[in-house]
């Protein structure tokens, strides 16, 4: 579109910005918002608000069912191996489902597919309750868990280029951090009232409002890009041309490899934290039975409470820190040096607990830890992605939270079968091997930074890069 010369001298002032509205005056409490980004970005956060308020009602239920068994705690660093298979299959019927369909019938046809499963789960426990479905609802929610929110993150990448992403996500991931507290809240409120798989039901009526989120900011982009004359109109997701399979495009980019690293020894030492504290919470609970405290008949009960506790306590911490550490933290940091700050309290955690190993002091831990995990680091690490191509988004995106962030669990249960079972180390032991495992964690993350000023600096030089539509 040919514009007319500007007559304005050189020495005139920039034009007005254009003011806020109401919510964007709200917002900018949280984050730097511009005039016309607020009801993108609420959007965005309600449908990751929902997401995992679905997870959280549904996760008490995973714990107890999978607890109230003897070797509970056992089984749930073992099934990480089932899981990390399934996702060998599902993670490239993805990426084909990517190269050939819209963002908005991908992101909402998938959120939908797996709302259906919630309704197979009640129908399934119906028919009697066993330890097989106690199995398979656990490696289902392994599953469910990490590529729906994969899946909603890329699609928030998409959205936004990488200067609004770096500003707005940390409203993004409010909605996640506030999902998180109202999953605990409405799981406590209808305990009394429903059973823990009428709860799925729940679920699955959350994760429809999902979907329908999904498509609204669809449809908003896609006519804002339509009216600046910049997007003809909705179009397969990957680029035209050849394309590449989601771990293809892992194997075969530094930046990606690193972050697929990180992600597996991450997760390793989280999935270590949590055998620990599970371990703990079940001594805890046996002791009680020993001691006449409690029934046997309670011990589930007692389990979930104490896991309702944690999640609790970690997902209120994580909304403080969202709402009024990150943003601030990430502005006068940066991405950078603000990537270092969880390795930090995993370390420090580690220690304390090979020092005293018990359950006060591993609540504790896990809550500071779990809390900048879904605060902190889970923002930032959606924000080293934003340099990345849309087709890396979709895909290697979808494989490095999913197949790599599982293969950390098949690590760290593979590890729990070596070193409970054969050579018999007890809580300080894995501990101990955690601290190991961050310093590793640090070297990653020197690495990553240093791709991602390199990558940024590309993306900055090459705006067809930079959160390029179609």
């Known amino acids: 579109m040919t514009q007319a010369p500007s007559t304005a001298s050189p020495h005139s002032p920039p034009p007005p910005a254009a003011p806020l509205s109401l919510l964007e005056r709200a917002l900018a409490i949280v984050a730097p918002v511009r005039a ?36 509970g705690a056992e089984y749930k660093s073992w099934l990480g191996a089932a899981i990390a298979v399934l996702l060998l299959l599902v993670v490239p019927v993805y990426a084909r489902a990517v190269d050939g369909l819209p963002r908005n019938r991908l992101v909402s046809g998938v959120t939908l597919f797996f709302a259906a499963h919630l309704a197979l789960f009640y129908w399934a426990n119906s028919m009697g309750e066993s330890l097989w479905l106690s199995l398979i609802f656990f490696v289902w929610v392994g599953i469910f868990n990490v590529m729906l929110v994969a899946q909603l993150w890329a699609f928030a990448n998409d959205v936004y280029n990488q200067e609004q992403g770096k500003r707005l996500f940390v409203i993004v991931g409010l909605g ?9 809240v409405v799981q406590a409120a209808l305990a009394s009232v429903f059973d823990i798989f009428e709860m799925l039901l729940v679920s699955a009526a959350a994760l429809g409002g999902v979907a329908l989120i999904a498509e609204l900011v669809h449809r908003r982009e896609n006519a804002l890009h339509v009216r600046a004359g910049a997007w003809p109109g909705p179009s397969p997701l ?18 990606l490899a690193l972050l697929a690293a990180f992600s597996l020894v ?9 055998y620990m504290l599970g371990k703990l919470i079940k001594a805890a609970a046996d002791g009680a039975i020993d001691s006449g405290a409690l029934e046997p008949g309670q011990l589930k009960d007692f389990i979930a409470a104490r896991y309702n506790a944690f999640f609790g306590w970690t997902n209120s911490l994580s909304f403080v820190l969202q709402f009024l550490v990150v943003s601030r933290l990430v502005q006068r ?8 700050i969880l390795p930090v309290i995993a370390l420090v955690d580690g220690l304390a607990v090979a020092a005293v190993p018990v359950l006060a002091v591993i609540f504790v831990g896990k809550v500071a830890e779990n809390s900048a995990d879904y605060s902190l680091n889970n923002t930032l690490r959606q924000m080293l992605w934003l340099p990345t191509s849309r087709e890396m988004k979709y895909k ?8 790599f962030v599982r293969m950390g669990d098949v690590a760290s249960g593979a590890w729990v079968a070596l070193g409970a079972a054969v050579l018999g180390l007890g809580v300080r032991g894995f501990a101990l091997t955690n601290a190991v495992l961050v310093v590793v964690w640090l070297v990653l993350a020197w690495a990553i930074v240093k791709a991602y000023r390199e990558l940024a600096a590309q993306a900055q030089a090459d705006p067809e890069k930079d959160g390029a539509k179609p």
Do not use: C
């Not at 970005?41 to 608000?49: G, I, K, R, T």
């Open 36 to 71: 016309g980004e607020g009801v993108t970005a609420l959007l965005l956060a309600a449908a990751l608000f929902l997401l995992l308020m679905a997870y959280y009602i549904i996760k008490p239920v995973r714990e107890a069912l999978i607890l109230q068994h003897e070797a």
């Open 176 to 184: 996640a951090s506030i999902g998180a507290i109202a999953g605990n």
């Open 238 to 255: 990957a680029p035209t041309g050849p394309t590449k399979g989601a771990f293809a495009l892992v194997l075969r980019t530094r930046y």
């Open 266 to 274: 991450f997760t390793f030492v989280n999935t270590n934290g949590e």
């Open 333 to 340: 940091a940066g991405i950078s040096r603000a990537f270092f």
């Open 396 to 403: 290697a995106k979808q494989a490095v939270d999913t197949f």
